[in-house]
């Protein structure tokens, strides 16, 4: 039947947005698989991702998306400050203001080099399940396995707990040091001051990346992504001949691929409901852990014996998959990207583009996971989690783990063109 993944697509959309709430235990829960399914949807149709922004840069030589989720950073930052600024109290916000410490650099070093091999994030597994299943789920397992195991170090250990720095409002979060706190000052008690911050710093980045970009091309090393230079020249719209069941509105309307832009900007409005409805940011990577235990629960570990080792509660092992907000939203995450292939009527064309798994491949893969993952335990989050959301929330630590994270990357980029060729 012809586009038959069309209308399969719109279908697995219904049955979700109408059956869920007879499913998930609560109408947060829903919300958080709507904005999942929205953050899937707008991650495949723009093509971006955090990961991206190191690999493309250091594979093709474009900056563009690493410029393009600087301009994120920001808009969303100044977004939060009208939730932020008039708040009586900020503890009812659960801001990732983290930590300081040599944790946060060292798992931002190892989460860089994990998403150097696996070409992937925390988030960006969950899309590439739906595009590339063998390596998004050999990442995943080892993300799995790498969260559960770096589980009692985060909670244990004072270089991933502590902090070397810290500020009044950061006391009160994760020891971490609240942009806001240094600009008591200013007249906007510190918003001002901040926003202008993480402007500066987001311009010294984006001034980095067309320095770096421009001697990539003048050295002729430069080779651009395809899938950018799709998005740069589209097609025009065929306004003349309009008609709502036409092709061409059609290709609009479901298939024709978002801006990098257009994708941020759909990234900052749901992080904006985000925290407008569960008063937090975007978090990704803790569930991971949770399901590698809950496989274990499954082949008969006990949930005391999962919960003494790990340090989190027996009913994150032992209870029902979806009474964890998080897992679901990932999991929206997922479902997000079908639905964009399946609408799009990229089914066909995705699947033959599956990649097959040999050991070099594999093993590639299965160590990005793992650092991936125990490096988010380190860094006390992953790309969304110790980055976009300690920024986004003026924390420093965010900056930080950027530092870190392309320090990572870069140092991935090269090992795995020594030891694997790509």
């Not at 563009?64 to 100044?78: D, E, G, N, Q």
């Not at 918003?191 to 050295?219: D, F, N, P």
Request: some cysteine; charged content about 10%; overall charge positive.
């Amino acid at each position: 039947m012809k586009n038959w993944d069309r209308i399969i697509g719109f279908i697995l959309l219904l049955i979700l947005v109408v059956g869920a709430p007879f499913v998930l235990p609560s109408s947060m829960h829903y919300l958080r698989l709507l904005m999942g399914l929205a953050l899937g949807y707008i991650l495949s149709r723009s093509y971006t991702g955090f990961a991206g922004s190191v690999n493309r840069a250091y594979k093709t030589g474009s900056t563009k998306l690493m410029r393009t989720m600087m301009f994120m950073f920001l808009i969303t930052a100044v977004a939060n400050v009208t939730f932020l600024m008039f708040s009586k109290n900020l503890t009812s916000f659960d801001l990732s203001i983290n930590p300081i410490n040599i944790g946060l650099i060292l798992g931002g070093l190892l989460f860089g080099f994990g998403m150097a091999f696996s070409s992937c994030c925390a988030t960006g597994v969950m899309t590439d399940l739906a595009t590339d299943l063998p390596r998004a789920g050999m990442t995943l397992i080892f993300f799995c396995l790498g969260v559960f195991l770096g589980f009692p170090l985060q909670a244990t250990q004072s270089w991933i707990k502590g902090s070397i720095a810290t500020s009044k409002t950061g006391t009160k979060f994760a020891q971490g040091v609240y942009m806001p706190d240094l600009f008591k000052w200013d007249g906007l008690d510190g918003y001002l001051g901040s926003v202008i911050l993480t402007a500066l710093l987001a311009g010294i980045v984006v001034y980095l990346s067309y320095r770096y970009e421009k001697k990539r091309r003048q050295s002729e090393t430069y080779v651009g992504v395809p899938s950018e230079k799709v998005q740069d020249n589209p097609k025009p719209a065929d306004v003349t001949h309009f008609t709502m069941n036409s092709k061409s509105t059609y290709d609009a309307l479901f298939i024709k691929p978002w801006t990098l832009k257009q994708g941020a900007v759909g990234m900052t409005l749901i992080f904006v409901l985000m925290m407008g409805l569960t008063k937090s940011g975007w978090g990704a990577s803790t569930p991971y852990g949770f399901w590698f235990g809950k496989t274990l629960n499954i082949f008969g570990v006990s949930a005391s014996s999962l919960s003494n080792f790990t340090h989190q509660p027996a009913e994150v092992f032992s209870g029902p998959l979806l009474a964890n907000g998080v897992t679901v939203q990932n999991l929206g995450i997922f479902l997000g990207a079908i639905i964009f292939i399946l609408t799009a009527g990229l089914f066909k064309e995705t699947m033959h583009s599956v990649s097959t798994l040999n050991m070099k491949s594999a093993s590639l893969f299965a160590l990005g996971g793992f650092t991936m993952g125990f490096g988010t335990r380190l860094s006390n989050g992953c790309n969304v989690g110790a980055l976009y959301t300690p920024i986004a929330q003026f924390s420093v630590s965010g900056w930080i783990f950027l530092a870190a994270l392309v320090l990572g990357g870069i140092f991935g980029n090269k090992l795995s063109k020594i030891a694997y060729g790509y």
